[in-house]
């Protein structure tokens, strides 16, 4: 299994590009989560999925759209891209929610937005 | 809030001494899971308490859950080169949110 996998691993976007995260599980979880994470600082969660077809936005949503049209994929959009949103973002899945299962996270994007 | 405090941010130890973080929140917590994070890496799941005055311990990690479930901490004994890294709490409300994280620096 290669669990988790994120793509680009790097991006730099100048100011008002779009770009689409990429996130994919082989694991058939059905929990899946975006974060990022700024430099010296925790996890804000951005997006959760608890099944295909449903989403949530989580603690920092404002300036990004997700979807999930399958168990295994799991986009984060960027419109209009800003400089505060200059991060590192992480892609997350769990078999069942957090209460039972732990998170396996990807490698990450870092993005750069100039 | 819904945020868990840690402190400290910052730990400098010296190889073999000991290190302990502290996860504190206002409000009762459900339960808490731990997480690592190396330099450059991504996290990886340590531990999740669940019980009041709950102890776990693995290898040289401690970690307690305390009885209010309020806190929580997770205690390092003997520090090696390889516990390097940034050490998260995080609260579970179903969703994880997370604490701001404890680096840890260990000097060989």
């Known amino acids: 299994n290669a669990g988790v996998t994120q793509t680009p691993k790097f991006r730099i976007l100048k100011i008002g590009q779009s770009m689409t995260l990429q996130c994919t599980q082989d694991?058939?979880?059905?929990?899946m989560y975006w974060y990022r994470q700024d430099p010296g600082m925790g996890l804000k969660l951005i997006y959760y999925s608890v099944g295909a077809g449903i989403t949530d936005k989580g603690e920092v949503p404002n300036g990004y759209n997700v979807s999930r049209s399958t168990t295994e994929d799991f986009p984060l959009r960027l419109e209009l891209a800003a400089p505060s949103q200059t991060s590192v973002y992480f892609c997350?899945?769990?078999?069942?929610?957090?209460?039972?299962?732990?998170?396996?996270f990807g490698n990450g994007t870092r993005l750069t937005v100039t | 809030g819904q945020q868990v405090m840690q402190i400290p941010q910052y730990q400098h130890v010296q190889e073999g001494e000991d290190f302990t973080t502290y996860c504190n929140s206002s409000t009762t917590l459900s339960n808490i899971q731990w997480y690592k994070q190396r330099p450059g890496g991504h996290p990886v799941f340590l531990i999740q308490?669940?019980?009041?005055?709950e102890v776990k311990k693995q290898k040289r990690l401690t970690f307690q859950f305390g009885e209010a479930k309020k806190n929580s901490s997770l205690h390092i004994t003997a520090t090696q080169t390889t516990d390097v890294g940034t050490y998260f709490c995080a609260r579970n409300t179903g969703k994880l949110i997370f604490g701001q994280g404890t680096t840890l620096q260990v000097k060989p």
């Open positions: 308490l669940v019980k009041s005055g």
């Open positions: 694991m058939n979880h059905n929990y």
């Open positions: 997350a899945s769990s078999l069942e929610s957090s209460y039972n299962s732990p998170l396996h």
